[in-house]
């Protein structure tokens, strides 16, 4: 009878295990998809730059280095790839750094813009400039379902008695998207 009970016993908390780690990897997984959202809208935002530096080439003799500048930022932000399902907050912080980078190229760009009024008037850069902005917004969108999935899953990862599992099979806690440095001050705008 007492082996009956200690293979119980353990049938028992090897299903507990069993259930931990299969919903540790559900939550894992949804976080690496949500992740997978926001690399499709930033190759989207990568795909429109190019058409938005031709565009602006194309109309005006415009400031050379603010294009350089923009295509600069594209090229190093696509050339940073992370592994969502081995992610850490250093990489996580590069590949920030380098999106902010692109952000701020492409936010330069669109403000220096406003000085050419037959490139603002130009119906072909009105439309890369709402797919952009459409983009941007898709991207914070995504940015924040990854950082809601990566809340969901640290919880679980972090509460007992699931964080023995997560101990002893390997599962750490995922970074979080952060504002952009400077981003609680509002930007100025002067067209003096």
């Known amino acids: 009878m007492a082996i009956l009970i200690v293979i119980l016993v353990l049938v028992v908390i090897i299903g507990i295990y069993v259930v931990m780690y299969n919903g540790l990897v559900q939550l894992r997984v949804h976080a690496q998809e949500s992740w997978s959202q926001i690399d499709v809208q930033l190759q989207r935002r990568n795909d429109l730059i190019p058409n938005l530096v031709n565009t602006v080439k194309g109309q005006a003799n415009f400031e050379q280095q603010t294009l350089t500048n923009v295509i600069e930022a594209r090229a190093k932000a696509t050339q940073t790839k992370i592994d969502p399902s081995n992610l850490t907050e250093e990489q996580l912080n590069e590949f920030q750094q380098n999106q902010n980078q692109v952000g701020s190229a492409l936010s330069r760009l669109l403000v220096t813009v406003e000085q050419y009024p037959q490139l603002k008037a130009n119906e072909g850069f009105m439309n890369l400039q709402a797919q952009l902005e459409g983009t941007e917004n898709r991207i914070n969108v995504a940015r924040n379902k990854f950082n809601e999935a990566a809340r969901i899953y640290n919880e679980k990862v972090r509460q007992f008695p699931t964080k023995l599992a997560a101990m002893i099979f390997g599962f750490k ?20």
Do not use: H, I, L, W
């Open 173 to 192: 806690a995922k970074p979080y998207f952060k504002s952009a440095t400077g981003a609680e001050n509002a930007p100025t705008v002067n067209f003096n």
